[in-house]
């Protein structure tokens, strides 16, 4: 048994039962916002709906949570490409799925928004993220990844928190004061910024802009020179890079989303009054 299986295996033994049979084959096809291919062990994530650009739901939120367990379970994983479909990667949003207004209805989002992090973060080998376009929504999924490539014209920003009048609190407060700086990060999410790729890149968000038409074809061949070394020394090396995040991250994310729910409520009361006013 490899040393993969045998991590597979403790993993499931641990969870009270045998160990399971974790193909791709098992969850290839198995999330409809997620198209999935792999190739020598490189899997290439593109998020997606109805095969255009991304519309981010709740539905999305808690289809994440099992997709990123799944990729993460499976040993024959090496190396894993994270990127949108056509010219986004994550910039549309619904609140269709979404209960930030009710006790159990916020626990949901609490628990989903924890787990999907973790679950990032338990992908224990390098990942890729390949910007194809704006990320107004969920960058810090982006950021988690060890890489971090964007196509000419691809911007950040945090767009919804602002619109919707709530707190940051869902990785966002964490991911990004580490990645560009405290002074840089609270900036950025309290203004509104925009960041170009360009600027991203000055900032250290970013690692290369590229042309769009060759931000896969680089993402792979960075993924082909990775997979030169054995499984067991890219397992490591991503558990090695990613303990700060997973502290900081275990320190202040609760904290971060159940502000994030507060705020979420007193909107709704705001709107209430107003609604109850004409």
């Known amino acids: 048994m490899t040393l993969p299986e045998r991590l597979a295996a403790s993993r499931a033994n641990e969870a009270g039962g045998p160990p399971e049979a974790h193909t791709f084959e098992s969850y290839r096809d ?22 255009g650009p991304l519309v981010f739901n709740g539905y999305v939120h808690q289809a994440l949570v099992r997709a990123f367990r799944d990729i993460g379970d ?15 990667f994550c910039a549309q ?31 224990e080998v390098p990942m890729i993220a390949a910007i194809n ?3 107004t929504a969920h960058s810090e999924y982006a950021l988690l990844c060890d890489i971090v490539l964007a196509a000419e014209g691809a911007y950040f920003q945090d ?3 602002p619109a919707f009048g709530i707190v940051p609190g869902d ?34 968000a970013v690692n290369e802009v590229v042309p769009p038409e060759a931000l896969l074809p680089r993402a792979w061949e960075l993924a ?16 090695a890079l990613s303990t700060r995040f997973r502290r900081r991250l275990q320190e202040s994310l609760s904290y971060g989303l159940a502000l994030e729910g507060i705020s979420a409520a007193h909107v709704a009361v705001l709107n209430a009054q107003k609604a109850k006013r004409g």
């Open 30 to 51: 198995k999330y409809e916002n997620l198209r999935m291919k792999r190739e020598n062990g490189i899997l290439e994530v593109a998020l997606h709906t109805r095969g």
């Open 74 to 88: 499976d040993p024959d994983n090496h190396v894993v490409i994270l990127t949108g479909t056509g010219n986004e």
């Open 93 to 123: 949003i619904s609140p269709e799925g979404f209960d930030f207004f009710t006790p159990t209805g916020y626990d949901k989002v609490l628990r989903e928004g924890t787990k999907v992090l973790e679950n990032i973060l338990d992908i």
């Open 171 to 204: 990785g966002l407060h964490v991911v990004w004061p580490e990645v560009i700086g405290e002074i840089r990060g609270r900036y950025f999410l309290l203004s509104g910024q925009k960041l170009s790729a360009v600027e991203a890149k000055e900032y250290g």
């Open 159 to 161: 767009a919804p928190h």
């Open 224 to 239: 082909r020179h990775l997979k030169k070394q054995n499984p067991l020394t890219l397992r490591y090396t991503r558990m």
């Open 133 to 135: 376009g704006p990320v």
